[in-house]
């Protein structure tokens, strides 16, 4: 998939897991959950420390600076991150060093992240109005080893900026074909957090086996493209969009025979192994539906409530009318 969500695609089997269980994980360990918007922390700081650790750093002592002054002096955001992305300061030297060019190039575009709180917290702001059930974590920008572009933790949402570091003036020549992919501009980070934001959200059930059926795994992403949408104007998949909709019903009718399955391989996180159509057309399927259910609802805050708060997905399918919009009786 050329947009935006496949940008997600090693850390969204983990993180959707983690986004749906935030709130009760947070309530079982005492943590208060924040429900003003404005309280939301927004924290850049990590991106300096990292640009000065990068300064600082030789090949004589690079593995201590980025140990010392970048992973262990970095808030708790940058903690929990390291812990799960980048794992030791030998893993973030080897990609450095493996990116040299990309990243010397990254500071310039990092540093742009700051500009973009007023649109993010304007984003947060609109989903209190929408949904005034909402919680609001802290959003901490990192940089990694360009493995993640976004994850959720107890500290919060956790993003990922080394893979927002698309430019006209940035060489991919160092890339392979899953980073040519899926690395995007910095523009784009406010859509992402309103996508995360969305998974932070979500109630929604787990099997006992642990197994996801491919209708919900669908809905879960498309409901956090729709909704952010809603609240940050964007919701970054407009490539998906473009092919899907003239083959809406044909994908529909190939998903439907698969969706009570749990077998996700040929609609959703597959990075850059799709051939013939883009990837990830689970989250298209999922927006669709969504966006049905909503433009039905006669009340739409209540109607994001059910988005958000879905017990039965099959129930769900059909409060959508979806199939009657497709002319599928």
Not at 8 to 32: C, F
Not at 35 to 52: E, M, N
Not at 231 to 242: F, R, S, T, V
Not at 307 to 314: A, E, R
Request: proline content about 3%.
């Amino acid at each position: 998939m050329k947009g935006i969500l496949l940008l997600l695609v090693l850390v969204q089997l983990t993180s959707t897991a983690l986004a749906q269980g935030s709130n009760q994980a947070a309530a079982n360990s005492g943590r208060k959950l924040n429900s003003d918007p404005a309280a939301a922390r927004i924290v850049t700081s990590d991106i300096d420390l990292f640009w000065r650790a990068y300064d600082l750093a030789k090949p004589d002592n690079d593995l201590i600076v980025y140990r010392d002054q970048y992973l262990k002096a970095g808030s708790s955001g940058l903690k929990d991150f390291s812990n799960r992305r980048i794992s030791s300061s030998c893993s973030l030297v080897d990609a450095i060093e493996k990116h040299p060019k990309y990243y010397a190039a990254l500071r310039q575009n990092s540093l742009k992240v700051a500009s973009y709180k007023g649109s993010i917290q304007a984003s947060f702001v609109k989903l209190k109005e929408l949904y005034p059930e909402a919680v609001f974590p802290d959003v901490y920008f990192l940089i990694g080893r360009m493995n993640s572009a976004g994850t959720v933790t107890d500290a919060g949402l956790l993003i990922g900026v080394d893979m927002f570091g698309r430019s006209k003036d940035v060489t991919l020549e160092e890339m392979g074909d899953w980073h040519k992919a899926v690395l995007k501009s910095i523009e784009e980070i406010p859509f992402v957090v309103a996508h995360e934001l969305i998974h932070y959200q979500q109630k929604y059930p787990k099997r006992p086996d642990g197994q996801t059926m491919l209708l919900q795994q669908a809905i879960n992403e498309g409901s956090a493209d729709f909704i952010a949408e809603l609240i940050a104007g964007h919701h970054g998949n407009e490539k998906l969009h473009d092919y899907g909709n003239p083959r809406e019903k044909e994908l529909w009718l190939e998903f439907r025979k698969e969706m009570r399955g749990t077998d996700a391989s040929k609609w959703l996180y597959q990075g850059d192994k799709a051939k013939d159509r883009p990837a990830d057309l689970g989250y298209y399927i999922g927006y669709k539906i969504c966006e049905s259910y909503f433009r039905n609802a006669p009340d739409k805050k209540q109607a994001i409530n059910g988005i958000l708060q879905i017990t039965d997905f099959d129930e769900f399918l059909k409060a959508s009318k979806y199939e009657q919009k497709l002319g599928i009786a």
